[in-house]
């Protein structure tokens, strides 16, 4: 935990590693504290080039900074630190957009983590498919339905599909799947951000990889009919 004393001797401790920060408070950050954002913000992040972006940050005024961004700043750091907002009225405004910044950058610039499918939760190995959803036989048929949905969710923005992702994808060794796997969301919510970022970043990897294969064998084939053709 990262700790910070205000002038008046208020301490804010607020999470320096991803470990400190659970796939559950996250999402609650998500749906409770995120669409508080001020619209000017998030202009400003949906810019699509560096020109957009300066537009936007051009267009905020002082006015706006006071009313709207800093109460924000402050909501976001009292929800990761569990301080009352008006113990941050007397923060000083640099340490209040450094803090704010911390936060912001520990969430979005996410470490590249091994590429494994295999993870070590407190004392237990948990597994992953080496290899890809498949709907070869009835089971894998439902298993590979489930996965589709909860990832069309992820896609959305809906982060509880996350939860349900992990209850498809992660088992201990051997087991199959079923549908009474989804009964373990809510111990998957309990997991820390660092271990539900290894399962999405080997997905990722995985999704790629997939994806580079698939392409390979789509130059194949072309390759392939090019030759026919050019032997005929």
Aim: charged share 25%; aromatic share 12%; net charge negative.
């Amino acid at each position: 935990m990262l700790k910070v004393q205000t002038e008046t001797g208020t301490e804010i401790n607020i999470p320096s590693e991803l470990k400190e920060i659970t796939l559950k408070k996250y999402i609650e950050f998500l749906q409770f504290v995120e669409p508080t954002k001020p619209e000017c913000l998030k202009k400003v992040d949906k810019a699509e080039n560096e020109e957009e972006r300066d537009k936007a940050i051009s267009e905020i005024d002082s006015l706006v900074i006071s009313r709207q961004i800093h109460p924000y700043y402050i909501r976001v750091i009292c929800y990761w630190s569990g301080n009352n907002e008006n113990d941050l009225q007397d923060l000083d405004v640099a340490s209040l957009v450094w803090l704010f910044q911390y936060i912001n950058n520990l969430l979005n610039n996410l470490p590249e983590p091994e590429y494994t499918n295999v993870i070590e939760v407190n004392g237990e190995f948990w597994y992953l498919p080496e290899r890809y959803m498949t709907d070869s036989t009835v089971i894998e048929y439902a298993e590979s339905a489930q996965f589709q949905q909860n990832m069309k969710d992820l896609a959305a923005g809906d982060w509880l599909a996350m939860a349900k992702i992990l209850c498809v994808l992660v088992r201990k060794q051997g087991e199959k799947y079923n549908s009474s796997l989804m009964k373990r969301e809510k111990m998957f919510l309990d997991w820390n951000l660092s271990d539900v970022w290894r399962v999405g970043f080997f997905l990722l990897k995985r999704s790629e990889l997939l994806q580079l294969s698939f392409q390979a064998y789509t130059n194949a084939q072309a390759l392939s009919r090019l030759r026919q053709e050019l032997n005929n």
